[in-house]
């Protein structure tokens, strides 16, 4: 038994227990042209000719195809234009994505512009990954699905009646309820609840202390669906979809008259041309109405805040730095980015399977530790088995700045993980917690192995030493556009006008539980509330926010 050092590229995990929740099914279509997919529905028209799209205009401009972008898309085409650019290609007819049993080989085949998965690395060293592709990292997660607390809910301020209905129609179209449990995951969660002291609470879609299993966007067939399957819920013939193409910088032009700067557009290039290729797509401007759309950014926790870094939204030290043209000194873009660390024990078995997900979890009665099973692969036909556990609600927070000017390469992130005495006192706990379980006599009986039943504990000071040297990540990063901070609680941006971020870099903490449900609820969520405030002719400026930046004048575009 040791403590591993693979990171989160080699972390593979998925779910599994018995009853299908819902699915509907929509008709099958074909695999006949650019409005049709694979998995038995029709898609919006998807292309990755930017000559296509260049110079054209649409009520909205959303960036980004991942967790809440799609969701937000299908939801705004109920009335509006849309435009979804997505930096990766498309998910559907890949098997990589799409089979449970290719789950974690797209995580360890990566490359620097085309791959399902980008990697980056934190300035600590911790290796981490980005979904690059049509669903974001709903295309390569291990599609655990558990809704947020209501505690939650109510600390950020969300409708709870809306976030219920907005759960409810994302698992009315990609969650399920798992398959019986694999004997491994039996044995786990028997482990979780006699040497964890977690008590077995069944199956769940709710967030709750204890051991349970959650949804999985896995159906029984074991085929995956991602965040991109929600567009076929919207209007397609208002939907176009821009593959392999990322954005610049937004564009931004001033009224004059004193007012703020407003976004007018974006700028793009081809993600593996020539980068000295520039694009550009405008949005709408209506005569008949004062309500207009907006350029929304869903690119993501990293994505989000280095686009606006990249359109002059940010501290004016660094925008300086790059020679970028400042349009808002706003100095809380990038700060308060944080990383759930985790901690994973890696177990000697004669016997690991070659697939097996993740499908049951345990949660302290604290709420502050999540521990589940893992398979960690070491080459694409070996792998490991783990026992892994993170530290849902840390403290610790860092910051997130620009390398360079090209939105392709990633920024520069450092999480500060564990800096807070805090989080490495809850490390530790993590990792005593990790062998009790580990040591269990199920899970020594299942390995058979007489290294894990003679293993000695770890003492507290070697746990200390081992969190700081040894901590890893679950992928679960969030934050640096925070709500409150760089946005106003509709989401948009302080400063400008007609420009928004929803994604998981505006999430102050993350939800306990892995994002990823919340972020699909939130992107229904806020389509929801943006077609009430058009509808309400409610589309004004919102107030100033309290605290520093300071407006420039817009720069020639």
């Given amino acids: 038994m040791t403590f591993s050092n693979n990171l989160c590229l080699a972390f593979v995990t998925v779910l599994a227990v018995g009853i299908l929740i819902s699915s509907q099914q929509v008709s099958s279509q074909g695999e006949g042209g650019a409005h049709a997919g694979s998995k038995g529905f029709s898609l919006p028209y998807m292309t990755s000719n930017v000559e296509e799209v260049s110079g054209k205009s649409f009520d909205y401009i959303v960036v980004g195809g991942g967790a809440s972008g799609c969701p937000l898309v299908a939801t705004l085409s109920q009335k509006y234009s849309l435009l979804l650019i997505e930096r990766g290609g498309s ?8 089979e449970a049993t290719n789950f974690g080989l797209p995580l360890i085949q990566t490359d620097e512009f085309l791959s399902i998965a980008q990697r980056f690395v934190s300035e600590e060293g911790v290796m981490n990954l980005r979904g690059r592709v049509l669903g974001g990292s709903t295309a390569i997660n291990n599609g655990f699905y558990s809704r947020a607390s209501e505690d939650y809910v109510k600390k950020l301020g969300w409708d709870k009646k809306l976030v219920r209905e907005a759960y409810e129609w994302i698992e009315s179209k990609v969650v399920f309820q798992p398959n019986d449990l694999t004997e491994w995951q039996s044995i786990v969660k028997d482990s979780l609840v006699h040497a964890g002291g977690l008590p077995y609470k069944g199956f769940s879609l709710e967030h709750m202390p204890g051991t349970k299993v ?39 032009h001033n009224n004059g008259s004193g007012s703020k700067p407003e976004a007018s557009g974006v700028k793009f290039i081809k993600s593996n041309g020539n980068g000295d290729q520039v694009y550009e797509v405008y949005l709408s401007r209506r005569k008949d109405t004062e309500s207009r759309g907006d350029v929304i950014l869903s690119a993501g926790a990293l994505g989000s805040p280095q686009i606006l870094l990249l359109s002059g939204i940010g501290p004016y030290e660094q925008l300086k730095h790059f020679n970028i043209s400042p349009i808002v000194d706003a100095t809380e873009v990038g700060k308060g980015i944080k990383d759930n660390p985790c901690f994973r024990l890696s177990l000697d078995s004669p016997k690991t399977p070659r697939s097996d997900i993740t499908q049951v979890v345990g949660v302290t009665k604290d709420s502050q530790i999540i521990i589940q099973s893992a398979i960690g692969y070491i080459t694409n036909n070996e792998t490991t088995l783990k026992v892994a556990a993170k530290l849902a609600y840390p403290v610790s927070q860092g910051k997130l700045e620009l390398k360079n000017i090209d939105p392709r390469q990633n920024p520069l992130v450092r999480f500060n993980y564990l800096f807070e005495e805090k989080d490495l006192d809850q490390c530790v706990r993590m990792g005593h917690l990790l062998e009790k379980i580990a040591q269990s006599n199920l899970i020594i009986s299942y390995l058979g192995s007489e290294q894990n039943e003679n293993a000695e504990l770890s003492t507290e000071e070697e746990l200390r030493e081992l969190c700081k040297t040894d901590v890893q990540t679950y992928c679960h990063y969030h934050g640096g556009s925070s709500i409150g901070s760089v946005v106003d609680k509709d989401y948009k941006v302080y400063g400008v006008n007609r420009l928004r971020v929803l994604d998981g870099s505006t999430l102050p903490d993350a939800p306990g539980t892995n994002p990823m449900a919340t972020l699909l609820m939130l ?35």
């Fill in 91 to 98: 998910p559907f007819n890949n098997p990589m994505i799409s």
């Fill in 214 to 252: 959650g949804g999985s966007i896995f159906d029984r067939n074991g085929k995956r669906h991602t965040a991109a399957d929600l567009l076929a819920y919207g209007n397609l013939d208002r939907i176009t979809v821009l593959l392999n193409a990322t954005v610049k910088n937004v564009i931004f």
């Fill in 523 to 557: 992107g229904r969520y806020q389509g929801i509330k943006i077609l009430d405030e058009r509808d309400h002719n409610s589309f004004t400026c919102f107030p100033e926010h309290g605290g520093q930046y300071t407006t420039y004048s817009v720069p020639e575009m």
